[in-house]
């Protein structure tokens, strides 16, 4: 099953009492979504974490999935460093979390 979301990238920006998170590509929408905290700093803190790790999702998914195929082709060949396979399952791990459910 694939979920669509609106397309990256966003940005954030304040709003009244909240830090709101926009679409650069989709302005007609009013938010994303509003983030707040125990002060304003937080909320605008907490609105920059979610952008970033937005903004940066599908790269980051793109490189594990390539290192882990490099990495896997090195175990395939038998002659693979010390660490290796811890390595293969961490990034088959991270990518795991990253999947959509």
Request: aromatic content about 6%.
């Amino acid at each position: 099953m694939t979920t669509q979301h609106t397309p990256t990238p966003w940005q954030h920006g304040e709003g009244i009492c909240e830090h709101k998170i926009y679409s650069i590509t989709r302005p007609e929408l009013d938010e994303i979504a509003r983030c707040y905290g125990d002060s304003a700093k937080e909320a605008h803190d907490n609105a920059a974490f979610i952008v970033r790790a937005c903004n940066a999702h599908e790269g980051l998914v793109e490189a594990v999935e390539k290192v882990r195929a490099w990495l896997e082709a090195v175990i395939a060949s038998g002659k693979y460093p010390i660490g290796a396979l811890t390595a293969a399952y961490h990034l088959n791990t991270a990518l795991a979390a990253a999947e959509v459910k």
